[in-house]
């Protein structure tokens, strides 16, 4: 008798597998197949393919004569072994006796009766609070009094439900009739009103000489002092023709007063050339809402000068998708009190409250609080005549003298009359 020997088979790996080539294996809930062969499976992906969730999304579909069957790797009915597990299944090639292992996932397949509507998954039910089982022992076992305890303060729940819906509306009605940006302005505006220390330029009130009590270098760093060499150059080249039509122009009277009266030659001419272009960049940066990068170029503004007046005079806000860069209420006070402190610097620390408040845009009561708040000494000269018998304009000056005068905003606010 011979004996037979069964035949022998190779494992082979699929390393390198497409999502095509995974197998499927189903499970029917209701029992056994009779006939497998006679079954028609029809498999469909998800459209999304960008989506990471969702591209691996499969729906599986079986028909027969009689029924349907549907199953899907995702959703309530899907089976959760499919994350806990990896399965693999190994398929024979009877030609070459190699069995192939591929990747398997497992399909669980319910039928479906035509006509029959799914019923969509319910909610599961929140957790009660202990208010809430309170609440249901007192109306079922509770007093009279317990009840209409119960009942008045639902009655007062639902009219504040009802009073929140109200200001809900009435917010977003206000929203639509003003405006997102004009709510801002509003806000910048408030903001305006909070302490002024937080938008001064750091204050060394020990120092000892009037120039160190607010540093130079803490205003304009060394580093952007030597980035506006050329730029000052440029303003020391102007006629008095161009400066003249400056005047005329109405803006940035500060910067015409310390050019038309600069030093002849030296280093004192190139400090305050420079000075000046960047304090034209302050008073102008402070009459603008929204800042762009256009409006650097065309005030001919080095980067790296760009990149600190964005940091420190502005605030990112978004409006209808985009990031822009806001002068705030708060901002334009930080602007008025840095451009106050140079003045400080390029007057022998003496600076011209009135043209620098018109250069700003801001009220004079405004910028006097300011000087007030960085402690410096206001002086209004005596009422006068010119030789025209004209009445001379009176400017309204600053003066940084040690010690710093210490306000009392208390004592500044005007009494109220009694009424009577």
């Given amino acids: ?177 003003k405006g997102l940006e004009a709510l801002q302005q509003e806000v910048a505006e408030t903001e305006s009103q909070a302490d002024l220390s937080l938008h001064l330029p750091p204050c060394h009130a020990d120092a000892d000489k009037p120039e160190n009590v607010y540093l130079f270098d803490d205003i304009l760093s060394p580093v952007d002092f030597d980035a506006l060499e050329e730029a000052g150059s440029n303003l020391a080249a102007l006629t008095p023709e161009q400066l003249q039509k400056m005047r005329d122009d109405g803006g940035c009277l500060s910067v015409v007063k310390h050019l038309e009266n600069m030093p002849a030659a030296g280093e004192a001419r190139d400090k305050i050339t420079r000075c000046a272009f960047y304090l034209s960049l302050l008073l102008k940066l402070a009459r603008q809402r929204n800042v762009t990068r256009k409006f650097w170029q065309d005030e001919s503004c080095p980067r790296i000068l760009q990149n600190k007046l964005f940091k420190t005079f502005t605030v990112e806000t978004f409006n209808n998708g985009r990031l822009q860069n806001m002068v705030s209420a708060s901002m334009r006070a930080k602007l008025a009190s840095y451009s106050l402190a140079l003045l400080l610097h390029m007057g022998h620390m003496t600076a011209d409250l009135t043209l620098l408040h018109r250069d ?61």
């Fill in 1 to 177: 008798m011979t004996p037979t020997m069964a035949a022998s088979c190779s494992l082979v790996c699929c390393e390198e597998e497409r999502e095509s080539d995974k197998a499927v294996i189903v499970r029917f809930s209701n029992g056994n197949v009779r006939n497998a062969d006679e079954l028609d499976f029809t498999m469909y992906k998800s459209a999304d393919e960008n989506n990471p969730r969702k591209k691996s999304r499969r729906i599986l579909v079986s028909e027969t004569d009689r029924l349907c069957y549907v199953g899907n790797n995702f959703g309530a009915g899907s089976l959760k072994c499919n994350n806990l597990c990896k399965y693999y299944v190994g398929v024979l090639n009877k030609q070459t006796m190699q069995m192939e292992v591929h990747n398997a996932q497992l399909f669980n397949m319910l039928p479906v009766v035509p006509g029959e509507k799914t019923e969509s998954a319910k909610p599961q039910d929140t957790p009660q609070t202990y208010r809430d089982k309170v609440d249901l022992l007192i109306e079922a076992f509770g007093t009279n009094k317990q009840k209409r305890a119960l009942s008045s303060r639902k009655l007062n729940q639902v009219g504040s439900d009802t009073l929140h819906q109200a200001v809900a509306k009435a917010a977003s009605s206000v929203i639509d009739q």
């Fill in 360 to 420: 700003l845009g801001i009220t004079e009561a405004r910028m006097a609080d300011i000087a007030k708040s960085m402690g410096l000494t206001l002086v209004r000269p005596a009422r006068g005549k010119s030789k025209d018998a004209e009445p001379r304009e009176e400017h309204k000056q600053a003066s940084l003298v040690l010690p710093l005068v210490k306000y009392d905003q208390f004592m500044e606010r005007k009494k109220r009359k009694k009424m009577h």
